[in-house]
């Protein structure tokens, strides 16, 4: 099974700064197939990143992913305060996993 | 536009077996290409990925939950459901189904809202 860790736990950060979540995969992530997803309190994911950089339909372009093999970087360019949530990251290469979460607080 | 329903007991007493069902609307099970799943989040903790099944009713499951998980589709009724057998307190979680791809579309895009299962006597 791959063992996804996402650092850091939570990420405490103003309007308008840079946001840089890691997740570290135990072993390779086949072909890049890792996702990104946001979670605000009481919903459900909704699907961010798809092959590690590919934005889904209608997210905005202040999210990017990046990465390959073992370690994959969601970015957040500017800060919202509605991107306030639970990020989660997710490999679809080997059985699927996700990953503990990082949490994104704005001050 | 595709949505997905969870339905089930809220509440499952332990060592009995939890069934849940998910309804898609906006898409028929019997002729799209995706798989469909189920995830599920306990209190304050990660998603999890249970199992996943195709309209054929071939079936993928977790491995360290296989024993116990039970994935099926009636495409009569545009459902499929789960079923997870011996229940303990640790199987209280929020349940989600979802929709996914194969190989390089195997993220999950769209979700149902979840429903809460608690398991306790």
């Known amino acids: 099974e791959i063992v996804l860790t996402q650092s850091p736990g939570i990420l405490s950060l103003s309007p308008g700064e840079r946001a840089t979540l890691s997740c570290r995969a135990s072993?390779?992530?086949?072909?890049?197939?890792l996702a990104w997803y946001q979670q605000k309190p009481g919903q459900a994911p909704r699907l961010l990143i798809y092959?590690?950089?590919s934005r889904a339909t209608g997210i905005p372009d202040r999210f990017s992913g990046s990465g390959s093999g073992t370690d994959f970087t969601l970015t957040i360019s500017r800060l919202e305060p509605e991107d306030s949530a639970v990020y989660h990251c997710?490999?679809?290469?080997?059985?699927?996993?996700f990953g503990q979460g990082t949490k994104v607080e704005i001050k | 536009q595709l949505q997905l329903q969870e339905s089930g007991p809220g509440l499952v007493k332990p060592s009995e077996t939890l069934s849940l069902t998910c309804t898609v609307s906006?898409?028929?099970?019997?002729?799209?290409?995706?798989?469909w799943g189920w995830i599920r989040q306990p209190p304050g903790k990660g998603l999890e990925w249970l199992a996943s099944?195709?309209?054929?009713?071939?079936?993928s499951y977790n491995p360290s939950l296989k024993s116990r998980v039970t994935i099926s589709v009636d495409t009569s009724k545009n459902q499929f459901s789960l079923k997870l057998s011996s229940v303990t307190a640790s199987d209280t979680a929020v349940y989600y189904c979802?929709?996914?791809?194969?190989?390089?579309?195997?993220?999950?895009?769209?979700w149902g809202k979840g429903t809460t299962v608690t398991v306790s006597s």
């Open positions: 979802a929709r996914h791809g194969y190989y390089v579309s195997g993220y999950m895009d769209v």
């Open positions: 072993q390779s992530v086949s072909s890049s197939y």
């Open positions: 092959g590690a950089s």
């Open positions: 997710q490999q679809y290469g080997s059985s699927r996993t």
């Open positions: 906006g898409d028929s099970i019997s002729t799209s290409t995706y798989y």
């Open positions: 099944i195709y309209f054929s009713g071939s079936t």
